[in-house]
């Protein structure tokens, strides 16, 4: 078992990274369907000396090209779902060992939402108790939160992985996938054998409370605890971040959908007072404000010269209160209404 987790340089940490180890599972499965693998490391621009050591971080610009470059190199809308409905926890390394050797689902969740960040740091495991179960939610900071392919491989992938560890079926209540309905769902019907959602905010699926209280077939409390202290030994390096800056627009990602966030609920979001958050602010030569415009000012263009979200879609992910906010803002910035910019980075688009 490898578990040595190398320390992120300024620019990974400033850009965010994961472990080398999903890369690698990505091109795997892909190589499976058919891709070649030596052409997509050299399309996606990745070192294969890297990818040899799973534990390696890599930047998240990386996954990005690499998923890029899947969909850009097949006509199968599926193939999210393809590469992620048959991964097994050991494949994220010392995170899926110590969920594997927990006593319930509940706690092997647990431990992912308490280590997301050594599998990704770009990536947030968030549990949210609702009256008829527990949701799951999955949130990623970057273009590909709303991007099919890689939404449907995390959800299916994290789906796999709670069915391999009880040993048995479980089938989510509902299942929530951010983007549009496509005209075929079969195979997600199939997979996921729950009600689908389309449209919403994030991925997501919802478990039962039975399900969640189910045992793990490999159950070793005694190795989940030494696990824990060897996965918190590992976090403190990848929790570190460079600026309260960064931390602020990494935050944004998950909460902007839900309207900007109060500061003192930032504040608390990144374990500090808003006093302290402000002090921070002030020392690091900005404001909450500043951030956010920043944020949104680099954010926008990128989300619509994707061209797979709607002018509205893109706002709301933003935390804009409606539509024409959005639009003022973005001609105020780059002198042209969002529906042009879209048209020009994306010419094939209405």
Known sequence: MSIGIARPTKVEAEQGSGLARLVS????????????????????????????????RIPISGAIRLWRVIANHTTQPTIGLRLGKDVQA???????????????LGDALKRLDRYDRIVSDTLNVELDAAVDGTWVRLHVESPLRAFRPAADARVAALVSVCRELVAGRIDPVTVRLPYRRPVHTAEYDEFFRAPLEFGSLATAF???????????????????????????????????????????RRRLWADLPDGVPEL????????????????????????????????????APALLGDGRLAVSEVAFLLGYEDPSSFQRAFRAAFGVSPRMFRRKAVPHLP
């Open 90 to 104: 050991r494949e994220l390394g010392l995170v899926g060992y110590v969920m594997a050797c927990s006593k319930t």
């Open 25 to 56: 599972m990505v091109l795997d499965r892909a190589a499976r369907c058919g891709f070649s693998r030596e052409d997509l490391v050299r399309q996606a621009r990745l070192d294969e000396a890297q990818l040899r050591d799973p534990d390696h």
């Open 264 to 299: 003192g609920t930032l504040a608390r979001g990144l374990g500090m007072s808003r006093r302290t958050l402000q002090r921070r602010l002030r020392d690091d030569g900005t404001t909450f404000h500043q951030v956010l415009v920043e944020f949104r000012r680099e954010a």
């Open 206 to 248: 919802l478990l039962r409370a039975a399900d969640l209280e189910r045992g793990v077939a490999q159950c070793d409390e005694t190795l989940a605890g030494y696990l824990d202290r060897l996965a918190q030994q590992l976090l403190a390096p990848i929790a570190e971040r460079p600026t309260v800056r960064e931390q602020i």
